[in-house]
Structure formats: structure tokens, C-alpha cells
């Protein structure tokens, strides 16, 4: 099996300064596994890294669509697996960094995705509720992990059910297995000092630019409407515009959703990998690496 170090852990937690050493000490190449990097436009809310501080370690996975275009876990899950395997294939260690964990589990375990399917006209004329009782009466387990309001999903999972497989037995068929020997490492910050390094990143955020990039792309409300515009450290905005909220109260909201998300996402890595919690500190960051060549010189047959 190939092997993929995977840098995860919550937002601000250090992870891209982390990834930039040890692709250094390990003769390792970068793929972003963040869901808001994919987009050109958009530097600052995400947090992206600039060419200098890449340092010359080569990066996959940045800037791989417009702001106004859609992009899924699938596209995600395509392009990782196909860096990992230019990566491997050039004998250096892929390195999958972020904190988006769904995007992270999609690409290393056996999910399938099925294509985007055309809607059937008819169903234009039912309401959400009236499509959530269809899907109810289809694939009742379905319904259970599926907003009744989330009409693109509901209509997703009706599709496939009408096509004679619901989407719960298509699932049931995975077996959600690793499709490679993977080392995760999880950022592991006591919670004071998190928070601290959030607010200290939308400082960094706000004086790079942060409103101008905002205004520049999203001051008009159809282009509210964009996926990219749903993260946090832009959606927020939508009340700078429409309500007349000052610049303060905007990022007073940012901090307080990017607490509320970096929690979710530490909850969500320890119920869903079996990781190595790493506490940063130089004398750490020394046994983490003596632990991954480790790792790395353990042949899995």
C-alpha cells in the first residue's frame, strides 16, 4: 500500500507551517485537503499559503477553480487520489493537509461517488416537504441523515432510489476501508491558546485585506449565491451588506463561527480516525518525526 502522511486538525492550529518542515525532513510533496483553497481568486478568507512560504516544497490541490464555480468532495477526492499517486510514483511521500475531515476520509477510504444525475422536470412542481415524503416512502433510511430543506440532496438521494438502488444499500456495499497506509497526525492546542491563535490569524486576515477581498468579489447578491461564499470568514459578511453591520461586529461573528467550527472539528477527528494527537513544541515536533521515519520504514505487505 502506498502511504500518505495526513496533517488535520482544526482551523489555525498551524498545520501549514507544520507541513512545510516536515515535507522538507521527509522528502515530502503537499496536497491542501482545505475545501476553500481550490479557489484562484480567493487568498485571503482562505488562508492560503503565498510562494514564498511554500519554500519551494511543490503543492497540489490550490487553485484548481474560479470563485463562482462549484466544486464537490468527488472533484476533491479525484484530484487527491491522483496527486497521490504522482506523488508516490516520483518515490516521495504525499502529504495531505487540512481540516476539512469529510474531504480528508473521502479520499483515503473506499467512497464512491456517484455522477451528478439530471433532475426529472416533475419534480419542479413538489414542494420540500412533498419531495421529502417521496424520499421517505423510497429510502426511509435515507431521510434520516438528510435535512427535509436540503432540496439538492433530497433530490440527489430520490433519483438514485427511483433508479432501483437507494442510496443507504449503495452505501451499505462500502466498506469504508483505508485505501492506503496512512500516518495522521491531529494539532492538538490546549483550548486558551486556539483561541488565541484565531483571533491572531483574522488580525493577520483583516490587515492583508480581507474586507477589500470581500468587496471585490461578493459585493453584489447574486454572487452571494456562490458555494465559495458560504465558508465562514465570508458568509458573515452577507450582514455587512444587507444589514449594515460595522467591520467590527463582522469579525466579532467570524471569531465566534471559527471557535464554534475548530470545536466540531476536533470532535469529529477523534470520533472518526485513529490518529497521533500531537502537542506542538520543537521537543514533540522531534519525536513526531522520529515516529513517522519509523512509520515509514515499516514495510505493510
Known amino acids: 500500500m502506498k502511504k500518505v502522511l ?77 496527486a497521490i499517486e504522482e506523488i508516490s510514483d516520483k518515490h516521495k511521500l504525499p502529504i495531505l493537509v487540512g481540516g476539512t475531515g469529510f474531504y480528508l476520509k473521502a479520499s483515503l477510504y473506499d467512497y464512491v461517488f456517484e455522477d451528478e444525475m439530471a433532475q426529472d ?8 416537504d412533498e419531495l421529502y415524503a417521496q424520499l421517505k416512502n423510497l429510502d426511509p433510511k435515507a431521510t434520516e441523515k438528510i435535512h427535509p430543506n436540503n432540496r439538492k440532496r433530497v433530490l440527489r438521494a430520490l433519483n438514485i432510489a427511483l433508479k432501483g438502488e437507494t442510496k443507504s444499500d449503495r452505501e451499505a456495499k462500502q466498506k469504508h476501508e483505508a485505501l492506503y497506509d496512512v500516518f495522521m497526525l491531529v494539532m492538538d492546542h490546549p483550548k486558551a491558546v486556539l483561541d488565541q491563535r484565531i483571533e491572531e490569524r483574522l488580525d493577520r486576515q483583516f490587515m492583508y485585506g480581507l474586507k477589500d477581498e470581500v468587496e471585490r468579489y461578493f459585493s453584489r447578491a447574486e454572487q452571494r449565491q456562490y458555494q465559495s461564499f458560504q465558508a465562514i470568514g465570508y458568509k458573515e459578511w452577507k450582514a455587512y451588506f444587507d444589514e449594515h453591520l460595522s467591520v467590527d461586529e463582522i469579525k466579532q461573528k467570524i471569531v465566534i463561527a471559527t471557535r464554534q467550527y475548530a470545536k466540531r472539528q476536533l470532535t469529529w477527528f477523534r470520533h472518526q480516525f485513529n490518529a497521533y494527537w500531537y502537542k506542538p513544541s520543537p521537543e514533540n515536533e522531534k519525536l513526531v518525526i522520529q515516529a513517522i521515519q519509523a512509520w515509514l520504514d515499516k514495510e505493510i505487505l
Do not use: W
Open 121 to 128: 422536470e416533475t419534480f419542479d412542481e413538489l414542494s420540500n
Open 6 to 82: 495526513v496533517i488535520a486538525g482544526p482551523t489555525a492550529s498551524g498545520k501549514t507551517a507544520l507541513s512545510i518542515r516536515l515535507a522538507k525532513a521527509l522528502n515530502g510533496e503537499i496536497i491542501s485537503g482545505d475545501s476553500q483553497q481550490v479557489y484562484r481568486e480567493l487568498n485571503v478568507g482562505t488562508a492560503k499559503i503565498t510562494e514564498e512560504a511554500k519554500q519551494g516544497v511543490p503543492h497540489y490541490g490550490l487553485d484548481l477553480v474560479s470563485y463562482d464555480q462549484a466544486y464537490s468532495v468527488k472533484d476533491f477526492q479525484t484530484m487527491a487520489r491522483s
